[in-house]
Every structure is written in C-alpha cells, then in structure tokens.
C-alpha cells in the first residue's frame, strides 16, 4: 500500500513538473539562402565565402583565418563585420555570429555553417559545392 501511494505520488509529481507554461526558448538562426552578388566584394568570381562576424566574438576569428585560405582566382572572401557592414547583417537578417555562408555565382548559397568550423569540413563543403 505504501509502495503504491509512493508511486502514486511520483506520477502526479511528474505530470506537473513536465507541464510547461512556457514554449521552449528557439535555438535557430536564420542563414540566407540568396544572396545579391553585387553586395559583395568581387561579384564576377565563381564563388564566395561570406563570413559575418563581430568584433566581440571570440570565435569569429579563427573562422574567418581558416576561411581567408580559400581565396583564390575562382573563390571571393570577404569578412563582414557587424560594426563596419551593419546594413549588410540588417539585409540578409544575420542574428548569429559566425555565419560563413559559401554561395555561388548567382548568389545561390550552397553551404552554410554557424559558429565554428574545422578546416577539412571548410575546405569539404567547398569542393562539394564545386563538384
């Protein structure tokens, strides 16, 4: 009897408790799916890697070093820091920082990333974009 009025207990205990007043809190960010070449440095390159940043991340700039590796004849890329391209962030409603986006030609983003990112998995999306 006692067991029972325990277990009882426990049920009651965890119906309340797994109530929820309130919705969960959103964990997503909102990257660009298309992009306006224009807005970027080089728009007649093949392809770009936008890496949106702030001064104040810590992160940003390791992302944005293992990014300025893919520079090239073919590849664009270009830092946008929040302070220094505001209207940019505004545009294309970049809430998180870092957001590297890898788009093509006409501004079709083919990869995105938000927070950091390791070099193979930069250099992999890259090629698989170009493939």
Known sequence: MLVVGAVLVAAVVATVLGRRTDP??????????????????????????????????????????????LESADVAVQELEVAAAKAIHERYKIDAVPTLVIADAEGDVQQAFLGPVNTADLWAALAKARA
């Open 24 to 69: 969960p809190a959103s964990n997503t960010h909102n990257v660009p799916r298309l992009l306006d070449r224009l807005d970027f440095a080089r728009p007649d390159a093949p392809w770009l890697v936008a890496v949106f940043t702030s001064a104040t991340c810590n992160t940003c700039a390791g992302v944005l070093e293992r990014a300025s590796h």
